[in-house]
Structure formats: C-alpha cells, structure tokens
C-alpha cells in the first residue's frame, strides 16, 4: 500500500523591490523638481539604470531635497525606504552634487544566515527554515507557527524589507 505524503505548511521569505514602481517614483520626483520653484536652474535629476539610482543637483542642499523628494514617492508607492542603500555625497564638475543609491533586492547569504538563527532562535518548535538561492523556505507542522514565525519576522528590523510569499496549507 503506498504512503501518502502530507505537504507540510511552508512560506517563502523574500526581499525583492519592485522596479516599477521605482521607475514611477522616480518619474514623479523628477517631474516635482521640475515644477518646483525651489529647483529652478539647479539641474536636479534621477536617472535609474538597474538596481542604481543616480542623483545629481547644482549644490548639496538641493540633493538632499531632492531625495527627500524621491523617499516621499517611494512611500506612497509603498516601496520600502529599506531597500535604500544611500552612497556618499560626491562633488561633481563645477560644485554640483552626485549620489548613487543602490536597491537592496534579494537575501545576501549574510542575511540568510541571520534570518535563519532568529527563526532558529525565537521561532516556534518544530519550525524549519533553509537558504535557497536568494530567499528562505520555512516550513511547520501547523500553519499557526508560520502565522507566528511571520510575526517575529515583522517585528525585528533585518535593514531589507522582507516579504513572505508562497504561503502554502
């Protein structure tokens, strides 16, 4: 007679950012400045190539406005300000400013391999939780320990926003 393997509940943890919603972000920033009296004549531009954004404007003050100007588009586009890797503030020709932002997407083994002893650590009996790839896969025996584990998970701050997808019965 064959044994019927019972699925055990699982989730997967992920930190992704979701580009698109980048681009728009970065579309309404640049648009603002552009309207905005004070970033007249300051140049002050977002461009994006990849997981990098580039911020450039003629003097340091407008900089930081201007990505004061990309943190409040970013948040109403519920992108997480977590996923913001802010580089210094660099000169630029002629006394203008530059800074790079790079996205935080994925689980760095590091990450993982922290991710992993919390759960180990504060997670529920039974609960397993392993590295694959760029995510974690955790599984329990009863559903309520994931709903916990996901709790935990929410409550500490690992600097990346975490999301928990694939929740599976």
């Known amino acids: ?44 531009t977002i461009t994006i190539a990849d997981l990098e954004l580039t911020l450039s404007s003629s003097t340091e003050d407008r900089l930081r406005a201007l990505y004061q100007v990309l943190e409040e588009k970013l948040v109403k586009r519920q992108v997480s300000l977590k996923s913001l890797d802010p580089g210094k503030i660099e000169e630029a020709s002629r006394g203008a400013a530059r800074q790079k932002i790079t996205l935080k997407a994925g689980l760095s083994s590091d990450l993982a391999k922290q991710v992993n002893r919390f759960l180990k650590e504060k997670g529920p009996k039974g609960l397993n939780s392993q590295t694959q ?13 994931l709903q916990d584990a996901i709790a935990l998970l929410k409550a500490e701050d690992f600097g990346v926003p975490l999301q928990f997808t694939n929740f599976r019965d």
């Open 1 to 44: 007679m064959p044994t019927i393997l019972k699925h055990m509940p699982t989730f997967d943890i992920v930190s992704e950012v979701d580009l698109q919603e980048v681009r728009n972000a970065v579309d309404q920033a640049n648009r603002e400045a552009a309207t905005r009296f004070d970033f007249k004549n300051t140049d002050s």
């Open 133 to 145: 790839g760029d995510q974690i896969r955790v599984t329990a025996k009863k559903r309520d320990d």
